[in-house]
């Protein structure tokens, strides 16, 4: 395991514009890469993961499982066909986003 400044500075160094560490468990391993998530009613709620994206899915169905859960959210910037493919998912919905000029 790594510890939690060594985390924020790989977040930093990751140039990522998404590299905001969110109010959630933090599960990091050397050899797996790292996960971000909250667990929500009935759901894990997937923020963040980098690394080895079969074993955090295994991870977090583990997870889901132990806690009586019925399955796994997250967002994602690249095609979630390919995330649908690999591992069975959905899309449920889109996330959307509006600039503001906070200037005008």
């Not at 990751?14 to 929500?40: C, M, Q, R, W």
């Not at 889901?64 to 859960?69: A, E, I, T, V």
Request: proline residues 2%.
């Amino acid at each position: 395991m790594i510890d939690y400044n060594d985390f924020l500075r790989f977040l930093d160094k990751s140039k990522s514009e998404y590299n905001t560490l969110y109010p959630a468990k933090h599960v990091v391993s050397n050899e797996h890469g790292f996960v971000a998530y909250d667990i929500g009613k009935d759901t894990i709620w997937l923020w963040q993961l980098y690394g080895d994206g079969k074993y955090w899915y295994e991870y977090l169905s583990n997870e889901c499982k132990r806690l009586g859960l019925r399955g796994i959210r997250g967002t994602t910037k690249r095609n979630p066909k390919a995330w649908n493919k690999r591992f069975n998912t959905k899309i449920i919905g889109y996330i959307i986003e509006a600039e503001i000029n906070v200037s005008e």
